[in-house]
């Protein structure tokens, strides 16, 4: 069984387009999430600039974290995907 076939049965996926929306979703919102999460810190006054690297990106992963799941839902809704990806973050969370 190829890799393409065992990822559209796991996660309940009709056609190629659909796991192909799914992908680009995932790459959108992760990039969205990295890039977004920088201003966000300068708002609150955290910089690279002035907080050691080991403090600036620990806290920046953990605002990814939660800013990747708002974005998840919004760009996956905007593409079609809403239901997949709102059980997608429910099973994430339940692990």
């Known amino acids: 069984m190829d890799l393409v076939n065992k990822i559209k049965r796991k996660w309940e996926i009709r056609s190629n387009r659909q796991l192909l929306i799914i ?17 966000i810190l300068e708002f609150i006054g955290i910089k690279q600039s002035n907080i050691s690297l080991w403090f600036y990106w620990p806290i920046r992963i953990i605002i990814i974290f939660p800013l990747y799941q708002i974005l998840l839902l919004i760009i996956g809704t905007i593409f079609g995907q809403s239901k997949f990806f709102k059980n997608f973050i429910k099973k994430m969370f339940k692990k």
């Open 23 to 39: 992908f680009l979703v995932f790459g959108i919102t992760g990039s969205t999430a990295a890039w977004i999460s920088k201003p």
